[in-house]
């Protein structure tokens, strides 16, 4: 979801204000998944490397998530949507983590649509992270050196009770992946898109699914 701040100083507003315009088209496509037929979707918030924009965005930002979670949660309940969060909790200020940990738990016998939101997320730092319990696995005896392969290790990472993304979408006219789910995307579609994220309505979102329903997904085989 990127374009935020770009489409907020195109308006003479500050980035802030951006972000709140991106937090209002969030459940917008979210509304839209049932009916068009999305049963998994992955927002992509706040990255690792978000931390070094200025201090007063980031301070802005982790404001914003906390109302979003607040002022959502009971909608996200009783529309069947289970939330879950991915990336490195630790950086975050307690009661962010626990406003999380609590809509997870609120979500967690939902099933009509799995959102999955990425804070303080990072497709190397998570794999790093997933490295590493995997490591202290070995090391502790749990895990045999000679059993791991690449399923094994998808099982330490963040997503591992979610299916790989079918399809990775990028807003704003940028050509890049951005450390977003390096490992669960290796055969995934893209579609790169010049809209910016606020601008980005369920009808541009029904548009790419729809194209995308067209291709053809090989996964490294031949067919025909």
Known sequence: MDGNGRWAQA????RLFG???????????????PELGVKYLTVFAFSTE???????????????????IV???TALRDHG????????RVRLEPKLVALMDNLEALTAG?????????????????VARATRRLALDVKAGRLDPETVDAETLARYLDTFVLPDPDLVIR????????????????YSEYE?????????????????????SKRERRFGAVTG
């Open 11 to 14: 308006r003479g507003k500050p």
């Open 19 to 33: 972000h709140q315009a991106g937090g209002r088209r969030v459940r917008e496509i979210v509304e839209s998944c």
């Open 50 to 68: 978000n931390w070094k924009r200025t201090q007063a965005e980031v301070a802005g930002l982790m404001t914003l998530f906390k109302r979003y």
């Open 71 to 73: 002022k959502e949660a």
């Open 81 to 88: 949507v289970r939330v879950r969060f991915i990336g490195d």
């Open 110 to 126: 939902n099933d009509d649509l799995h959102l999955t939101i990425a804070i303080n997320y990072g497709g190397r730092d998570e």
């Open 171 to 186: 807003t704003s006219g940028e050509a890049r992946i951005s450390n977003f789910l390096l490992w669960q995307s290796a």
């Open 192 to 212: 790169f898109v010049d809209t910016l994220w606020p601008d980005f309505t369920k009808e541009i979102f029904a548009e790419i699914l729809e194209n995308y």
